[in-house]
Nanobody
Framework: QVQLVESGGGLVQPGGSLGLSCAAS????????MDWYRQAPGKQREWVAR???????AYTDSVKGRFTIARDNATNTVYLHMDSPKPEDTAVYYC???????????????WGQGTQVTVSA
C-alpha cells in the first residue's frame, strides 16, 4: 500500500523560511501530479501548489512569488519551500499525489497525514 508522509512543519517567524517535504513509499509504478494543500481552522482545504511529472509548476495567487514547489522523482518526494511566510499561511499542510500502484495503468489519489505550519513572531 502506498503512503505519503510529510515532514518539516513547525513554527516559523514572519520573514523567515521553512521547507516541507513529502515522500511516497510502497508499490509505485508512476506518479503524475504532486500537490500541496492546506487547511486553516474553520476553513475549507485549499490548493496551494502543483508540480507535474515533467516539472511544470503552478501556484495559488496568495503564495506566488513566496513559495516554491519541487519534486525529486528518484526518491518520490515533493517539497514546498516557504519564503517570507505570513501569519495567514498558518495551516495544516497536506501533500497529494496521483499514483499508479498497479499494472492496470490507473492513477489514484493519495494524501499525506498533514503537518502543522505556524507563522508567528
Amino acid at each position: 500500500q502506498v503512503q505519503l508522509v510529510e515532514s518539516g512543519g513547525g513554527l516559523v517567524q514572519p520573514g523567515g523560511s521553512l521547507g516541507l517535504s513529502c515522500a511516497a513509499s510502497g508499490t509505485i509504478f508512476g506518479i503524475e501530479d504532486m500537490d500541496w494543500y492546506r487547511q486553516a481552522p474553520g476553513k475549507q482545504r485549499e490548493w496551494v501548489a502543483r508540480v507535474s511529472r515533467d516539472g511544470y509548476t503552478a501556484y495559488t495567487d496568495s503564495v506566488k512569488g513566496r513559495f516554491t514547489i519541487a519534486r525529486d522523482n528518484a526518491t518520490n518526494t515533493v517539497y514546498l519551500h516557504m519564503d517570507s511566510p505570513k501569519p495567514e499561511d498558518t495551516a495544516v499542510y497536506y501533500c497529494h499525489a496521483s499514483i499508479m500502484t498497479d499494472l492496470d495503468g490507473r492513477y489514484r489519489d493519495y494524501w499525506g497525514q498533514g503537518t502543522q505550519v505556524t507563522v508567528s513572531a
